[in-house]
């Protein structure tokens, strides 16, 4: 296996891998799950350095896609869904969660000017973006046989579910009202000075 293509394979996993952790990360922050043990400015940053690592990493996975000698990828092929010769559909996968990534990082930036409903409208194609890059990376990557890297695609996807189940289960629930607790039925209601 030449050095390119360990590169090849290794910032495809590294850039994967930062999009799941930012695609988890965001959950925990949306679903509250961890409640108040960590503030929202530093928990909302590091989702956002994720997604940005995400892209950079992609930008050097593509890089050296492009100047590899054995498969063929002209930037058509690299930037057009559909475009490559070489497992298009895996090809495009990965482009459109290319894309999708890109345009959720920048809406962290543009939401004082789109409002929030704009941006978590733009936000929920995190959940495609990550189904895109995930399927791009099981049926692109050379080793997704290799029982740690198998392992790796069924360990982010089952937490990116959990989370998501929880989150719709919670956004479902309806709000629980705290009811004023009464002594007696004919007695009123403890006033909330109490």
């Known amino acids: 296996m030449s050095i390119e293509w360990m590169a090849i394979r290794?910032?495809?996993i590294i850039a994967y891998l930062l999009l799941a952790t930012s695609t988890v990360w965001g959950l925990l922050i949306s679903t509250k799950v961890l409640g108040r043990a960590v503030k929202a400015?530093?928990?909302?940053w590091f989702h956002e350095s994720l997604?940005?690592?995400s892209l950079i990493a992609t930008g050097i996975h593509?890089?050296?896609?492009f100047n590899h000698d054995y498969i063929d990828f002209g930037y058509r092929a690299l930037l057009v869904p559909g475009a490559s010769a070489w497992r298009p559909l895996a090809v495009a996968l990965g482009v459109?969660?290319?894309?999708s990534t890109f345009v959720v990082t920048a809406?962290?930036?543009v939401k004082k000017w789109i409002g929030q409903s704009a941006w978590r409208a733009i936000h929920m194609m995190s959940f495609g973006t990550f189904v895109s890059a995930a399927l791009h990376g099981v049926l692109s990557g050379t080793d997704t046989g290799h029982p740690v890297v198998a392992a790796m695609y069924?360990?982010?996807?089952?937490?990116?579910?959990?989370?998501l189940v929880v989150r719709i289960a919670r956004a479902a629930a309806p709000a629980a009202r705290p009811h004023p607790r009464r002594t007696n039925a004919n007695?009123?209601?403890?006033?909330a000075a109490g």
């Open 10 to 12: 290794g910032s495809g």
């Open 41 to 44: 400015k530093p928990v909302t």
């Open 51 to 53: 997604a940005i690592g």
């Open 62 to 65: 593509m890089y050296f896609l």
């Open 96 to 99: 459109v969660a290319l894309y």
């Open 107 to 109: 809406s962290f930036y």
């Open 154 to 163: 069924i360990a982010t996807s089952s937490i990116v579910v959990l989370l």
């Open 187 to 191: 007695e009123p209601a403890e006033s």
